[in-house]
T-cell receptor, first 111, second 112 residues
Framework: NAGVTQTPKFQVLKTGQSMTLQCAQD?????MYWYRQDPGMGLRLIYY???????DKGEVPNGYNVSRLNKREFSLRLESAAPSQTSVYFC??????????FGSGTRLTVV | AQSVTQPDIHITVSEGASLELRCNYSYGATPYLFWYVQSPGQGLQLLLKYFSGDTLVQGIKGFEAEFKRSQSSFNLRKPSVHWSDAAEYFC??????????FGAGTTVTVRA
């Protein structure tokens, strides 16, 4: 089925560990995003990529890096995880006139 | 700077009753406005969006929203709520399907 696929769905990390969240879309959308969702704060934009080969910081980029590997894939890396990064992470893609499509989320716990 | 405020964190409504969720926004230019719904454990699904034209917008699942420029508001309504409408609702503002900013969300509980 067409859509946005995120892996993994769940992850527990120890403080200081690193990991990469993977995201792939098969709708040929130009723009891709990483948001984090925390209770009472809605979705906050971490990084986005307007098109293949470009990435930009969003509202809360500290502690994260991203790679737009190709048009389909947009990964989010935590170099040294901290408890404040415990959250649900959503990848999304969009195209003007078509709309946003969200992945099902990655629930990350940092202990 | 753009921002979205959803004043109500949680609303409880009886099945069959009407529902109104409030949204106020701040944006430098004329924005696109959106309402999304999130069921537990799921991603977000678009209910409706507005940019111009008729200020009353119809969406999916029987929802509608009214844009009021003078109040910088974009409130979501449904005349008769079903138990399946229990979810979290997000208002969003941005450019056309690009780089959206989301409000904090309103959780809707439907009681029998």
């Amino acid at each position: 089925n067409a859509g946005v696929t995120q892996t993994p769905k769940f992850q527990v990390l120890k403080t200081g560990q690193s990991m990469t969240l993977q995201c792939a879309q098969d709708m040929n959308h130009n723009s891709m995003y990483w948001y984090r969702q925390d209770p009472g704060m809605g979705l906050r934009l971490i990084y986005y990529s307007a098109s293949e080969g470009t990435t930009d910081k969003g509202e809360v980029p500290n502690g994260y890096n991203v790679s737009r590997l190709n048009k389909r894939e947009f990964s989010l890396r935590l170099e040294s995880a901290a408890p404040s990064q415990t959250s649900v992470y959503f990848c999304a893609s969009s195209e003007v006139g078509v709309g946003y499509t969200f992945g099902s989320g990655t629930r990350l716990t940092v202990v | 700077a753009q921002s979205v405020t959803q004043p109500d964190i949680h609303i409880t409504v009886s099945e069959g009753a009407s529902l109104e969720l409030r949204c106020n926004y701040s944006y430098g230019a004329t924005p696109y406005l959106f309402w999304y719904v999130q069921s537990p454990g799921q991603g977000l699904q678009l209910l409706l969006k507005y940019f111009s034209g008729d200020t009353l917008v119809q969406g999916i699942k029987g929802f509608e929203a009214e844009f009021k420029r003078s109040q910088s508001s974009f409130n979501l309504r449904k005349p008769s709520v079903h138990w399946s409408d229990a979810a979290e609702y997000f208002c969003a503002v941005g450019l056309d399907d690009y780089k959206l900013s989301f409000g904090a969300g309103t959780t809707v509980t439907v009681r029998a």
